[in-house]
């Protein structure tokens, strides 16, 4: 566990949206490079920073039962990938009527270089059983939950972080699902879930479960709190859906929403992710509605982090609205508003901000 300093140092660049649990945003600058500043990586957690004793438990409906120490993760072959991290509720308070939940603005989203063990090697040396279906992950963290449990049998008062994989996703190398022990370089922090974590490549982050603790082969898909109670897309018109991959989404980085800028060629830019293909399209539209143009595209840089996206804005005097709409290889694009839902998940609408040309 880090020191009292040394977390409060970890959390000074961030833009806190609860001290308890602490959750905070990245700010604006975390999205300008192609890997966010660990400092300035967002953070979400739903309970009390836990104790970890070390130690991964692999079990359930597998042929051998593990216990696995960082130095037995270490020993097996490392993979390094940048990997965009959004919380599904990352724009909630845009959504109306507004839903309950942290209050995330538009910053609930980073990159970092996550270097770990393939989930695939871990659950191939535990050897799961013929009849698994899921496999299920725990946090060490647990306690009473800040939120109203959405299933009836939750337990409130003690409660912990436990989310499911189908078995087929989890096992397979090509997933390429990390458990990781090291964030850009460094070992995890507390915050980012020291000792390891997990990192699902393309999956809203709920799934990237911290302080890992145990891992275990079910026979039967997981219900649970932070799988089948919270993180449902509950719709107005249409039967509920899992929050699983991030829905595609551009955001711009420049010029800085609200600022005044100089009038001639003013570089327009931002970054592009989606959980359902790599982005094939941005564009920018310069005058609130209207018609888009197409900005330049940046080919991805590794297939599970943001892309690099520009557009040369020949500026005039005035106040302008800009907008910014991705569309990726799946065909899928941003809608205009918001997608309301009752538990304000997967926000992907359309960013509109206004600069003043002087
Ligand atoms: N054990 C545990 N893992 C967790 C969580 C948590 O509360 N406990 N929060 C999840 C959610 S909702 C998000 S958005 C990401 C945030 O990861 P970060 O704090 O490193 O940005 O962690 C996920 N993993
Ligand atoms: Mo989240």
Known sequence: METAEALAAARGALQMINPAPYNAEAPREGLVGEITPTEYHYVRSNFPLP???????????????LRLTLDDLRALPAVERAVTLECAGNGRLQMRPLPTGEPWGDYAVSTARW??????????????????????????????????????????????????LRLEHAAD????????????GEPLGADHGAPFRMVVPHWYAVASVKWLKRIDVLTEPLVGEFQT???????????????????????????????????????????AWSGTGPITKVEVALTGAGEWY????????????????????QAEPGRHTLRVRATDAAGNVQPEVPEW???GYGNNAIEVIYVDVI
Do not use: C
């Open 51 to 65: 104790e970890h004793d070390g130690v991964l438990e692999v079990g359930g409906a597998v042929a051998q039962p």
């Open 229 to 271: 109670g919270h993180y449902m897309f509950e719709w107005a018109d249409r039967e509920p859906e899992r929050v699983e991959l991030m829905r595609v989404r551009a955001r711009l980085t420049e010029p800085v929403p609200e600022s005044a800028v100089p009038a001639g060629t003013v570089a327009v830019r931002g970054k």
């Open 294 to 313: 197409e900005a330049t595209l940046a080919e991805p840089t590794g297939p599970y982090h943001w892309q690099e996206w520009s557009y040369d804005w």
């Open 115 to 164: 270097k770990g063990a393939r989930l695939s090697d871990v659950l191939a040396q535990a050897g799961p059983a013929a009849d698994g279906v899921e496999v299920r992950f725990e946090g060490a963290d647990h306690g009473a939950y800040h939120l109203k449990p959405v299933l009836a049998d939750t337990n409130r008062e003690d409660l912990s972080f436990v989310r499911g």
């Open 173 to 184: 190398p090509a997933s390429e699902i990390l458990i990781a022990y090291e964030m850009n």
């Open 341 to 343: 839902n009752r538990l």
